[in-house]
């Protein structure tokens, strides 16, 4: 993509960027994965596995399906879920900073309250390790007040478990909480616990890859016993320390083009470069596309063609819509109608006629003010070319030209 400079660029009125809502029928948001965790452990007696490698955010979901634990209401009254956290991995202090609404935190290891925490549910604290903690949630299921227990992680709470301590808190935690009120959520070291999979009402994997410099977080709920799954996957960041369940993306080309179209509202060039129209690709590019320069765009295979299409056509569009001109010779896949189409849902159709031109090779198809036909015979294209770039030319001196370098090395 190559952009001319424009020092008597004439700029558009611009507003705040609209971020497009992701709009569905039938089909789930990945934010009701994490919803529909919260509403199984609303359910007492439900058990939920948390299963990954280190370092893929098993604590950080643990804590937040913790927090999001909701009260008893009576009346005008609401009575707080008892909230205990039997930790091997995070500090009573900065637990407590970040979730100030935990009632309870134990050392997995001994088994004693953490320092730090408000409240004492009784429990002879000279029994150490596993056993207190079989003290405490019998003492928790004993109360039959709803509540939520979170054991992070296993391994780390049954370290220093004999064979006879092991069962006792498998007992404990997975025999008779309904009646008690109480759910739990059991946080695993393993991607795979084969020993914990028939005890639990619910599994729930997370991972990470690497995507050359990029992190890639995904999330797979396994089972919720008794609840529908109309989706498994997501993504998510953990971002600020929270657990995030990012949109999914729902390509432009796939929107009904009944409606009208929403028009983007573009994000400002600079004095020196052009903006991409994504400020995080702005950054990566040092402050954009630099005016008079030119933007390669390498791909692979594992790359989808629609993923390149809408890149470059936010990227025009956010050009187009703060003045600019724009020829393009279309993705070898792509005819130049589809570019059309879905380059007006940014710009608008009288935008489109104006201040776009699209190289088309197929003579049959009908005559557009947008549409440039080429003949695949150099010199004759080359004349169209200029004769377009010229026409752009007159109406801004910003000008891109946006094209496939594959298609235009074979002409």
């Known amino acids: 993509m190559m952009a001319d400079d424009n020092s008597g660029e004439q700029e558009t009125g611009l507003e705040p960027r609209v971020q497009v809502e992701q709009t569905s029928v039938g089909k789930s948001k990945p934010s009701d994965l994490l919803d529909l965790m919260s509403r ?48 091997s991995r995070v500090s009573s202090s900065k637990l407590h900073r970040h979730f100030p609404g935990v009632h309870e935190v134990l050392d997995s290891m001994s088994g004693k309250e953490a320092a730090g925490s408000e409240t004492r549910l009784g ?68 991607e795979n616990s084969p020993k914990l999979d028939y005890l639990v009402d619910g599994i729930v ?17 396994n089972k919720l016993r008794g609840f529908r799954l109309h989706t498994q996957r997501a993504l998510f960041s953990l971002d600020g320390g929270k657990f995030t369940l990012l949109p999914r993306v729902e390509f432009h080309f796939d929107i009904d083009r009944s409606v009208n179209p929403k028009l983007i509202s573009p994000v400002r060039n600079s004095e020196s470069s052009y903006s991409t129209g994504s400020p ?26 629609h993923s390149v299409k809408l890149l470059l056509d936010i990227m025009a569009a956010n050009f187009i819509n703060q003045g600019g001109t724009a020829f393009i010779i279309p993705y070898s ?44 015979r150099l010199q004759e294209d080359l004349a169209a070319f200029n004769n377009a770039w010229n026409e752009l030319g007159a109406i801004s001196s910003a000008r891109a030209l946006k094209y496939d370098f594959d298609k235009t090395v074979q002409l």
């Open 205 to 221: 994997t997370l991972s990470l890859s690497h995507l050359e410099d990029r992190t890639v977080r995904s999330v797979v709920v």
């Open 280 to 305: 995080d690709l702005d950054a990566l590019l040092d402050g954009g596309v630099r005016k008079g320069s030119s933007l390669l765009l390498d791909v692979n295979s594992t790359v989808s063609p």
């Open 40 to 87: 199984f452990l609303e359910s007492p007696g439900n058990v939920l596995l948390i299963q990954g490698a280190p370092g893929t955010g098993k604590t950080t979901l643990a804590l937040e399906l913790l927090n999001e634990m909701k009260g008893t209401r009576i009346g005008p009254h609401t009575i707080s879920a008892n909230k205990v956290y039997v930790s």
């Open 123 to 190: 429990g002879d604290s000279r029994i150490a390790g596993a056993a207190n903690i079989v003290g405490r949630i019998l003492t928790l299921k004993r109360a039959k007040q709803k509540g939520i227990i979170v054991v992070d992680s296993w391994e780390g709470a049954i370290a220093n478990a004999t064979e006879e301590q092991r069962n006792a808190m498998e007992t404990a935690i997975f025999q008779d909480l309904e009646e008690s009120k109480l759910s739990a959520v059991i946080v695993s070291e393993s």
């Open 333 to 376: 896949i792509f005819s130049s109608q589809n570019i059309a189409e879905s380059l007006k849902t940014y710009v608008g159709d009288t935008v489109l006629n104006e201040r776009v031109r699209i190289a088309e090779f197929n003579q049959v198809l009908r005559d557009e003010k947008w549409r440039v036909k080429l003949t695949g």
